[in-house]
């Protein structure tokens, strides 16, 4: 049986942020992955973890939603293909913290009434399924550089 999570540990950083609010030399980003599909989600953890990011990885709704309660991330990475789930997943996240950062994937074009809708409830950045590591990676150091995400969509056609 997978496990419902792998967490990566509690999300150690100075107790101020630095000028600009960067986390300064540890943890510099404090990252919730929560999807479908667990090695998806694991191959995402290991690559943030790899920029000195702490991440957590869930596939059960219950534990996602407990540990972001406890440790309230940064960012939010939900990668899902039941578009019915992800969206549950954000509207409880976004009421637990309506400042939380939050990543989705999608099959949808950018102009899809879904992608409106996840826009409308608080997501704000859209990654095209398969998800470019590469440019995964430059949006959460982008985040991680800024005191609040900006909103847009990535398609692997544009790389």
Do not use: Y
């Given at each position: 049986?997978?496990?419902?999570?792998?967490?990566?540990g509690?999300?150690?950083?100075?107790?101020?942020?630095?000028?600009?609010?960067i986390?300064?030399?540890?943890?510099?980003?404090?990252?919730?992955i929560?999807?479908?599909e667990?090695?998806?989600?694991?191959l995402t953890?290991?690559?943030l973890?790899?920029?000195?990011?702490?991440?957590?990885?869930?596939?059960?709704?219950?534990?996602?939603?407990q540990?972001?309660?406890?440790?309230?991330?940064?960012?939010?990475i939900?990668?899902?293909?039941?578009?019915?789930a992800?969206?549950?997943v954000?509207?409880?996240l976004?009421?637990?913290n309506?400042h939380?950062?939050v990543?989705?994937t999608?099959t949808?074009?950018?102009a899809?009434?879904h992608?409106?809708?996840?826009?409308?409830?608080?997501?704000?950045?859209?990654?095209?399924?398969?998800?470019?590591?590469?440019?995964?990676?430059?949006?959460v150091v982008s985040?991680?550089?800024?005191?609040?995400?900006?909103?847009?969509?990535i398609?692997?056609?544009?790389?």
């Amino acid at each position: 049986m997978i496990p419902s999570v792998d967490v990566g540990g509690d999300c150690p950083r100075p107790k101020q942020p630095i000028a600009g609010g960067i986390w300064g030399k540890g943890c510099m980003t404090c990252i919730l992955i929560w999807g479908d599909e667990h090695d998806s989600c694991l191959l995402t953890k290991r690559v943030l973890e790899k920029q000195n990011h702490t991440a957590a990885v869930f596939t059960a709704l219950h534990d996602a939603i407990q540990w972001a309660e406890k440790h309230r991330p940064d960012l939010a990475i939900l990668d899902s293909r039941e578009e019915i789930a992800a969206v549950s997943v954000l509207k409880t996240l976004k009421s637990l913290n309506p400042h939380m950062n939050v990543f989705m994937t999608t099959t949808d074009s950018p102009a899809s009434d879904h992608v409106r809708t996840i826009r409308m409830l608080g997501a704000e950045v859209f990654f095209s399924r398969p998800i470019a590591i590469d440019e995964l990676e430059k949006r959460v150091v982008s985040l991680s550089s800024q005191t609040k995400g900006g909103d847009a969509f990535i398609s692997t056609a544009d790389l």
